[in-house]
């Protein structure tokens, strides 16, 4: 199977997209990644091969495609049985799922809205975001990872993310590190691991880039 | 050891008939427990156990809490493998990841656009009438010819979408329109999802749903 088999339309930026690429390195499955330019032209591709949404990541494997960056992730656990991301008991895989579902539901929109917003706004939405980081913590627990001690599939799922902490501490004009140290040790204890390293950008990018998306939006 | 099975749950939710459904189909007995959310009260339990969203369907199984209806219809599949499998077998992922796909949709579309219709007035249900068929043709799009949406089997993304039938009687009421005349299809599909014992059972009768759907309007100041 070559890597012409899993093709990737992805976006560097993306901390969805970042779940994906994650996941196919845990499994060591070669893939093409093709970068999307989503503010300049949808390709033909992603937008056939995700009508619905029109949105990276989209997994394309043997020419079929798989959309939504969680179920590709255990699309990518189910088709390439080792190492496994996700537990094998029904109830450990179903806090994991659930844990995957409210980080799904919550934490990019809390981030987002801390550079979205100013002033007392602003202020409100830095409390809605360490909330939701103290209810990762409570996961968490005293783990090494979400799912006990290795990393899997809720990991993978949150980590991405965190490559935008820095601008939403630069934004919001607070430290992740003074309100949620236990998740600050698992960032610095994820990004150890090689096939994160790999993906993870460069947060001062990603500051610069989410710099840019401010202006492009219209929020100074 | 009997394994102890406790439902947490609204008789008009359907998140909470999706888990009905499921355990009917498996024959897993269970103690079903009614929260009164009619009158906002939430029960110790249900703050206990799902403590992040204070939420039903709750799924308690000897003791230990499973949240999110369906995340509880594959944990149920994945207990009682046994009986009746709702999602395809471990050989076909890219069927799983379809499925999933398609659950996804319903949870993040259709409940909001239904809501609209009987909780607004005006333009504005009007656009959430059209919302709300577009998703359906959507989804009889991917029902296509076939008798159930993974083919000859009732399954998981059927128990995602047929437990909102029971609330189409006050959708078509309120909003004024027939769901049938625009999806034929769908309609039929519903009609022979009821045929089975586990989904009868499970719904709410629409006459009652329609019946909380115009007190909860009064309520709100919306005809």
Known sequence: MSAEDVVLLDCWVSPFCMRVKIALEEKGIQYEERAEDLFGGKSELLLTSNPIYTKVPVLVHKGKPVCESSIIVGYVDETWASPPLLPSSPYARAQAKFQADYIDKKLFDAGSSIWRTKGEAQEVAVKDFIEVLKQLEKFLGDKDFFGGDSFGFVDIITIGITSWFSAYEIFGNFKVEDHAPKLSAWINRCMQRKTVAKVIPDPEKVYEFVINLKKMMGFE | ?223
């Open chain 2, 1 to 223: 050891m009997a394994d102890e099975v406790v439902l947490l749950d609204y008789w008009a939710s359907m998140f909470g008939m999706r888990a009905r459904v499921a355990l009917a189909e498996k024959g897993v007995k269970y103690e079903y427990r009614e929260e009164d959310l009619r009158n906002k009260i939430k029960s110790q339990l249900l703050l206990q156990m799902n403590p992040v969203h204070k939420k039903i369907p709750v799924l308690i199984h000897n003791g230990k809490p499973v949240c999110e209806s369906l995340i509880i219809v594959q944990y149920i599949d994945e207990v009682w493998r046994d009986k009746a499998p709702l999602l395809p077998s471990e050989s076909e992922p890219y069927q799983k990841a379809h499925s999933r796909f398609w659950a996804d949709f319903i949870d993040k579309k259709l409940y909001d656009a239904c809501s609209k219709i009987w909780s607004t007035k005006g333009e504005e249900r009007e656009a959430a009438k059209k919302d709300f068929i577009e998703i359906l043709k959507q989804l009889e799009g991917q029902l296509g010819d076939k008798p159930y949406f993974e083919g000859e089997k009732f399954g998981f993304l059927d128990i995602a979408l047929i437990t909102f039938y029971c609330w189409f009687h006050a959708f078509e009421t309120c909003g004024n329109f027939s769901i049938e005349a625009e999806c034929p299809k769908l309609i039929a599909w519903a009609k022979r999802c009821m045929q089975r014992e586990s989904v009868s059972r499970s719904l709410a009768d629409e006459k009652k749903v329609y019946e909380l759907v115009l007190g909860v309007q009064k309520m709100l100041g919306v005809e």
